[in-house]
């Protein structure tokens, strides 16, 4: 009977450590394509704010607000927020101005995740 | 005792008591194995969907987005670009690229929903293959071309003689740019598998066929409408709409949007 208790036993924390692994593994693919599609949630985003002048991208997408139209997509509760260094939301608008595009979500096990893009438009 | 029995010649075996108790707990592993196996199938299955119809949507999204920043609102040839037309139905100026839309499964209530558009694109000429377009930049009707390759461009026959046609390019008045009388289009065509597939035509097919993506439920190009909510002048949305059906029956759907500026708008 100690044999067989044995056997089962060894055999249980073997499964369990196989599993266990391909749990991890199926996490680390997760992750990383969600980097990817941030990423190029990002990419999209930026495209669309270029499409204002430089005058128009701190009216038209305030620092701090989700830009309509990329929440919660194609990650779980997706989000993309502009935030403007250097300017602070009055006064001239620096040329060139700096523009960072932020992606905030939340990964398999509801980790808050980010990733952040930036370029400078000039006038 | 300890817990196995000792036969007449002195070996060792097993009680029916562990014989029983062996075989269950063998048995439920293995029906927990197999549970496992089949889920971790399933899941591969409609993450390999999920991958490749991402694989599609980038490569496709990239494509036509590189293209319409290239590109721009011109009329080229006597034909205003770009042209986006619904259900594979052009007007007769853009006639020859009428096609059967390819079929949608969508029901009404749901989002990707609505008519399957077309778009036809204006591109700017590479003739010397340098991957920069060509300008008439001394206005003399004769593009600076770099045929000879060595690196400078002039209008000198070394450099334009075999490559540049007049009669199948427009220089445009303001900006000198050379456009292409090879046009760019866009449409979702049903394959022979009955698959809906993602297409990119030069020449309407004549100049090059590309498959970009597949299980394609919508295509859609929103343009600047004169006093309709709609995108600003001078730039073009695009979505692409997704859908796939699994073995085992999940469906998957997703879209991708961008929202791209034409850069060579002035003239």
């Known amino acids: 009977m100690i044999e067989l208790l044995v056997a089962i036993t060894v055999l249980l924390i073997s499964l369990a450590a196989a599993f266990g692994s391909q749990v991890a593994s199926f996490g680390v693919i997760d992750s990383s394509r969600d980097s990817t599609l941030a990423m190029t949630e990002l990419e999209r985003c930026m495209e669309e704010v270029l499409t204002k002048s430089s005058d128009n991208i701190p009216v038209d997408y305030p620092e701090g607000q989700p830009i309509p139209g990329y929440e919660g997509s194609r990650l779980r509760e997706q989000s993309i927020a502009t935030r403007f260094p250097g300017y602070s939301g009055s006064g001239a608008i620096p040329d060139p101005l700096e523009v960072v595009l932020e992606a905030t979500w939340l990964d398999s096990r509801r980790r808050p995740q980010r990733l952040t893009l930036t370029t400078q438009v000039a006038r | ?267």
């Open chain 2, 1 to 267: 005792m300890n817990g196995s029995v000792r036969t007449r010649d002195g070996a060792a075996g097993f009680t029916l008591l562990e014989m029983i108790l062996g075989a269950t707990v063998l048995a439920l592993l293995a029906k927990t194995m197999i549970s496992a196996t089949t889920s971790v199938s399933h899941l591969t299955e409609s993450g390999n969907i999920e991958s490749r119809i991402q694989r599609d949507s980038d490569r496709a999204l990239s494509q036509i987005m590189e293209d319409l920043r290239m590109s721009g609102f011109h009329t080229v040839n006597g034909r205003d670009y770009p042209y986006v037309f619904q259900n594979g139905q052009p007007d007769s100026a853009f006639s020859e690229f009428e096609h059967e839309s390819a079929p949608q499964s969508a029901r009404p209530d749901q989002a990707d929903f609505g008519d399957m558009c077309s778009i036809v694109l204006c591109a700017p000429s590479d003739l010397d293959g340098n991957g920069r377009p060509e300008i008439d930049v001394d206005r003399d009707g004769i593009p600076e071309l770099d045929g000879n390759g060595d690196g400078v461009v002039s209008d000198e026959p070394a450099d334009v003689s075999g490559i540049w046609d007049e009669q199948n390019h427009t220089i445009s008045e303001q900006s000198r740019l050379v456009w292409s009388h090879e046009d760019i289009a866009y449409m979702v065509l049903q394959s022979p598998a009955g698959e809906n597939e993602l297409v990119r035509l030069v020449d309407n097919g004549d100049g090059g066929r590309k498959v970009l993506a597949r299980s394609v439920e919508r295509l859609t190009f929103e343009t600047y409408q004169p006093g309709a909510a709609t995108v600003s002048a001078g730039t073009v949305r695009v979505r692409i709409d997704f859908r796939a059906t699994t073995e085992s029956g999940h469906l998957f759907r997703t879209h991708s949007e961008a929202l791209v500026r034409l850069r060579n708008n002035s003239g």
